[in-house]
């Protein structure tokens, strides 16, 4: 399967590695974005006030599964 993570932090680092550890294809993407399109799930792991921003900088997520693993401060 091919993941796209959005969000290098604890969360969507973490579930990267061991997504590909269990044989996954996965594209991180950072504070610069990048392109989903060829992915077959994208996870978004930003907090939440960074959202928008995150969002706005990756092109090819119409149609896509999205898992929403936002987190919040103080959690």
């Known amino acids: 399967m091919k993941i796209t993570v959005i969000g290098k932090g ?3 680092g973490g579930l990267a590695e061991r997504w590909e ?3 996954h294809e996965v594209t991180r993407l950072g504070r610069d974005g990048g392109d989903a399109s060829d992915a077959d799930a994208v996870l978004v792991a930003v907090p939440s006030a960074a959202i928008a921003d995150a ?3 990756v092109s090819g997520l119409d ?3 999205v898992i929403d693993a936002r ?3 103080g959690c």
């Open 71 to 73: 987190t919040t401060s």
């Open 63 to 65: 149609g896509k599964i």
């Open 55 to 57: 969002l706005e900088k």
């Open 21 to 23: 550890k269990a044989g």
């Open 10 to 12: 604890n969360v969507g």
